[in-house]
C-alpha cells in the first residue's frame, strides 16, 4: 500500500473581476473519483490543505447535471462521505514529500484564489516534480503551478506537456469575461507546452511523472494511469 497526497484549495471562494466573490471550493468528483480509482487498487489517501482548513466542495459539483443524472449525484455524494480523510486534513506547512508516493491535486475554481499564489504549495510542488513520484493535477488544479516561478518568473514546469480547464470551457462555464484572468492564458505564459482537447470530454496529458487532466471528465482516466504508474 502507498500513501498518497492530496493537496486541496481551503478558498471556499473565488474573487471575480469586479470584486465579488463567487461561492466554490473544490470540485467534488475531481476528489472523488481519484479517490475511489487510489483505494480500489489499495492505497491510502492522506489530505492537506493550507492551514489545515476543511475543504469546502463547491455546492455546483453536487447537481444531478453535472453528474450524468442524479444516481450519480447521488454516488458522488456517498463518496464523499466514504472520503474520511477530507474532513480531518493535514497542514499543507508540515507535509513531508517523502512519506508519500504520489501527490494528486484536484480542481474547482478554489485552486485560483489560493493555491495560485502559495508558495508552500509551490514549493511541494517543484519537488514533487523533481523527485519522479507521480504527481497529478486536474482541471483548475494547474492554478497552483503558477506558484512555482521564480522571482524572474521562471518554473520548473516551463517546456512540460500539460493541460488544465481551457479558455473554451471557461467562456461556456459563464466565467470567461468575469474571470481576473484564465488559467489557460496564464499557463501559456509561464512557458509550458499546453495541449487542449476538446471542451468538455476526458482529455489526459502524461510527460514523464506529470499527469494532468484538463477537466471534471479528465479525473478518473488520469487517476487510472497514476494508479498503472504506481504499479
Given amino acids: ?26 470540485w467534488a468528483d475531481e476528489a472523488v473519483a481519484p479517490f ?24 455546483a459539483s453536487l447537481a444531478p447535471d453535472v ?27 508540515e507535509v513531508e514529500l517523502a512519506d508519500y508516493a504520489a501527490v494528486f491535486y484536484p480542481g474547482g475554481h478554489g485552486p485560483m484564489e489560493d493555491l495560485a499564489v502559495d508558495a508552500t504549495s509551490g514549493a511541494l510542488l517543484v519537488a514533487a516534480l523533481a523527485s519522479g513520484k507521480p504527481l497529478g493535477v486536474v482541471c483548475h488544479g494547474p492554478a497552483a503551478l503558477l506558484a512555482t516561478a521564480d522571482a524572474d518568473g521562471t518554473s520548473p514546469f516551463a517546456g512540460r506537456r500539460l493541460t488544465a480547464f481551457t479558455n473554451a470551457e471557461e467562456i461556456q462555464a459563464g466565467f470567461g469575461e ?3 484572468w484564465l488559467l489557460q492564458d496564464r499557463l501559456i505564459n509561464l512557458g509550458v507546452d499546453f495541449r487542449e ?13 506529470l499527469y494532468t487532466g484538463q477537466n471534471p471528465a479528465s479525473a478518473a482516466p488520469l487517476a487510472r494511469e497514476i494508479v498503472k504508474a504506481l504499479g
Fill in 1 to 26: 500500500m502507498a500513501k498518497i497526497l492530496f493537496v486541496l484549495t481551503g478558498s471556499d471562494h473565488w474573487t471575480l473581476a469586479d470584486g465579488t466573490r463567487h461561492p466554490t471550493g473544490f
Fill in 36 to 59: 475511489e480509482a487510489f483505494t480500489a487498487a489499495g492505497h491510502e489517501a492522506v489530505v492537506a490543505t493550507p492551514g489545515a482548513v476543511v475543504p469546502t466542495v463547491d455546492a
Fill in 67 to 93: 453528474n450524468g443524472g442524479p444516481d450519480g449525484a447521488a454516488e458522488v455524494a456517498a463518496g464523499l462521505d466514504r472520503f474520511a480523510a477530507l474532513r480531518a486534513p493535514l497542514d499543507l506547512a
Fill in 178 to 180: 468575469r474571470a481576473h
Fill in 197 to 209: 482537447g476538446g471542451p468538455w470530454a476526458p482529455h489526459v496529458v502524461v510527460d514523464d511523472n
